[in-house]
């Protein structure tokens, strides 16, 4: 009985959180919301339905807070996988002062539970809410760094977390944040939280200054208004929705997501553009690829439901190069490497040969110096077939084709541009001595010395020949 009663109370309460939203969407909108994400709220209905959620069915700020998070952490894993890279991936999740930072600041703890490295940027930390004191609490006990400041060098992230601005944000930006999306603007791919900072949350970007152009989106509940003029990878998170969503969603008209399974940001289609019309469907993260051609008319191309030609720049997968693309050519013992990067993080990645300027290899060099073993074990763990600067000796180029070159490729040794290995053996009576051939035994050998540090970093068998260090593949 009194089961039955509470699902009718239930039933009566979301029959009245329907005719509300309703009705206010028809007073409050005079915009046209349909957009490439189906029917889009504004914001007074993002503020309205934040609101309802507290009041009707009780959810506290942290519990929201929590699963929007839990969502955007969701969302950086789906677009950027952590089985890509050999060790944490770095993400930099730049906080605002309002809950969309707070929605940062929990996914920064989550992102660390899925074996990330973040790094949180929280310039305006909201000190009088016990909420966000808490956050910030638990990312320290957790050792995550929170700064005040963005770093100098953003090339070392993978992924920037837009956790600015969300549906409240109106005007222009003030400063400290003016800065802060201007750098931001031309730095690593980033992913935005319920609103591309600096956005207006219906206008969509300003007409004039910096606009942060995100390769990814995930709104939280529903799209707002300023998602049709996304063009990138577009999630949907927030477990926060209640019951019978097909049922709202047929009478409100609007785009409320459907997470039914364990996954918690999903990603949306943008349907084939063959009409000049671009409407996308919420597709629910384990849809069959034939289901979503089929919906679709193209390719869904494994997880990626996406279209290539319709993601942002940065937000394309890459793919590796063939073989045959990269050239390698030594030069009085240094070699180029000639091809396109596609290190995740590379800012051009048609154009960079990572010469001088890759910041990646830089970084490697300020932080390894001429620690070999510790250079090279940066240097692979950048991830395959990082393309090495023309600073990159003979010898790490050995090491690294050692680990990936395909067993046709031709050896990085080109003649007369290969390093002798030096006789550096203090034995007296060792066989080499006076010869320019390198002593194969021998403690102090230079030459075993780093033969050693060698196998121990790549686990390659690496063996002495007369002219130098050579690969035994
Ligand atoms: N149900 C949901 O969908 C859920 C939503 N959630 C999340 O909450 C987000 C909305 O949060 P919110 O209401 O706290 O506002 P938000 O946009 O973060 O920031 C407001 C701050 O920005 C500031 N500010 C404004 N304009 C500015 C300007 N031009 N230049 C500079 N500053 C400016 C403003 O300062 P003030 O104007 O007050 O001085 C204030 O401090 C939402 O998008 C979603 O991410 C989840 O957490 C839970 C479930
Ligand atoms: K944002």
């Given at each position: 009985m009194r089961e039955q009663w509470k699902r009718e109370s239930m039933a009566r309460k979301w029959r009245?959180?329907?005719?509300?939203?309703?009705?206010?969407?028809?007073?409050?909108?005079?915009?046209?919301?349909?957009?490439?994400c189906g029917r889009l709220l504004n914001q007074k209905e993002a503020i309205a339905v934040d609101e309802e959620l507290m009041a009707s069915p009780g959810f506290s700020v942290d519990q929201l807070m929590e699963l929007a998070g839990l969502s955007v952490a969701c969302a950086v894993a789906t677009a950027f996988p952590r089985e890509q890279y050999s060790t944490n991936p770095a993400v930099l999740l730049v906080c605002g002062p309002g809950n969309n930072g707070g929605d940062g600041l929990v996914a920064a703890r989550h992102l660390h539970h899925f074996g990330y490295a973040p790094h949180v940027i929280y310039p305006k930390a909201n000190q009088k809410?016990?909420?966000?004191?808490?956050?910030?609490?638990?990312?320290?006990?957790?050792?995550?760094?929170?700064?005040?400041?963005?770093?100098?060098?953003?090339?070392?992230?993978?992924?920037?977390?837009?956790?600015?601005?969300?549906?409240?944000?109106?005007?222009?930006?003030r400063a400290p944040f003016d800065e802060i999306i201007r750098r931001l603007s031309s730095g690593p791919p980033v992913l935005s939280v319920d609103i591309p900072s600096g956005w207006d949350v219906e206008q969509g970007p300003p007409a004039e200054g910096v606009t942060l152009q995100p390769g990814f989106l995930i709104s939280l509940t529903a799209p707002k208004m300023c998602a049709a003029h996304f063009k990138g990878?577009?999630?949907?998170?927030?477990?926060?929705?209640?019951?019978?969503?097909?049922?709202?969603?047929?009478?409100?008209g609007a785009l409320l997501p459907q997470l039914r399974q364990a996954?918690?940001?999903?990603?949306?289609?943008?349907?084939?553009?063959?009409q000049g019309v671009c409407a996308s469907e919420l597709v629910p993260g384990h849809l069959p690829n034939e289901e979503v051609e089929a919906r679709h008319g193209h390719r869904a191309g494994g997880k990626d439901v996406v279209p290539d030609d319709a993601l942002h720049p940065l937000a394309r997968p890459r793919q590796a190069p063939a073989a045959a693309k990269w050239d390698w050519v030594g030069t009085k013992g240094r070699v180029r490497a000639q091809g396109p990067c596609w290190r995740p993080s590379c800012p051009s990645p048609?154009?960079?040969?990572?010469?001088?300027?890759?910041?990646?290899?830089?970084?490697?060099?300020?932080?390894?110096?001429?620690?070999?073993?510790?250079?090279?074990r940066a240097m692979l763990a950048e991830g395959p077939f990082h393309p090495f600067s023309k600073h990159a000796s003979l010898n790490e180029v050995s090491a690294r084709f050692g680990r990936d070159v395909p067993a046709d490729y031709p050896l990085p040794v080109a003649p007369g541009h290969v390093r002798k290995a030096k006789h550096t053996c203090r034995r007296p009576d060792c066989p080499f001595k006076g010869t320019d051939r390198a002593c194969r035994g021998g403690r102090e050998c230079e030459g075993r010395v780093r033969l050693g540090s060698?196998?121990?970093?790549?686990?390659?068998?690496?063996?002495?020949?007369?002219?130098?260090?050579?690969?035994?593949?």
């Amino acid at each position: 009985m009194r089961e039955q009663w509470k699902r009718e109370s239930m039933a009566r309460k979301w029959r009245c959180w329907v005719h509300w939203v309703k009705h206010r969407s028809t007073v409050l909108s005079g915009i046209p919301r349909q957009g490439a994400c189906g029917r889009l709220l504004n914001q007074k209905e993002a503020i309205a339905v934040d609101e309802e959620l507290m009041a009707s069915p009780g959810f506290s700020v942290d519990q929201l807070m929590e699963l929007a998070g839990l969502s955007v952490a969701c969302a950086v894993a789906t677009a950027f996988p952590r089985e890509q890279y050999s060790t944490n991936p770095a993400v930099l999740l730049v906080c605002g002062p309002g809950n969309n930072g707070g929605d940062g600041l929990v996914a920064a703890r989550h992102l660390h539970h899925f074996g990330y490295a973040p790094h949180v940027i929280y310039p305006k930390a909201n000190q009088k809410s016990q909420l966000f004191v808490n956050l910030t609490t638990q990312l320290a006990q957790l050792s995550v760094p929170v700064e005040a400041a963005l770093p100098e060098n953003l090339e070392r992230y993978c992924v920037v977390v837009d956790a600015i601005f969300g549906f409240s944000f109106s005007g222009a930006v003030r400063a400290p944040f003016d800065e802060i999306i201007r750098r931001l603007s031309s730095g690593p791919p980033v992913l935005s939280v319920d609103i591309p900072s600096g956005w207006d949350v219906e206008q969509g970007p300003p007409a004039e200054g910096v606009t942060l152009q995100p390769g990814f989106l995930i709104s939280l509940t529903a799209p707002k208004m300023c998602a049709a003029h996304f063009k990138g990878r577009h999630f949907l998170g927030g477990r926060f929705a209640l019951n019978d969503l097909e049922r709202a969603n047929a009478e409100l008209g609007a785009l409320l997501p459907q997470l039914r399974q364990a996954c918690q940001g999903l990603s949306v289609v943008r349907e084939a553009q063959a009409q000049g019309v671009c409407a996308s469907e919420l597709v629910p993260g384990h849809l069959p690829n034939e289901e979503v051609e089929a919906r679709h008319g193209h390719r869904a191309g494994g997880k990626d439901v996406v279209p290539d030609d319709a993601l942002h720049p940065l937000a394309r997968p890459r793919q590796a190069p063939a073989a045959a693309k990269w050239d390698w050519v030594g030069t009085k013992g240094r070699v180029r490497a000639q091809g396109p990067c596609w290190r995740p993080s590379c800012p051009s990645p048609d154009s960079c040969n990572a010469g001088a300027g890759c910041p990646v290899h830089l970084r490697l060099q300020e932080q390894h110096g001429r620690d070999t073993e510790q250079y090279l074990r940066a240097m692979l763990a950048e991830g395959p077939f990082h393309p090495f600067s023309k600073h990159a000796s003979l010898n790490e180029v050995s090491a690294r084709f050692g680990r990936d070159v395909p067993a046709d490729y031709p050896l990085p040794v080109a003649p007369g541009h290969v390093r002798k290995a030096k006789h550096t053996c203090r034995r007296p009576d060792c066989p080499f001595k006076g010869t320019d051939r390198a002593c194969r035994g021998g403690r102090e050998c230079e030459g075993r010395v780093r033969l050693g540090s060698f196998q121990r970093v790549i686990g390659s068998p690496l063996v002495f020949c007369n002219a130098g260090m050579r690969i035994a593949l």
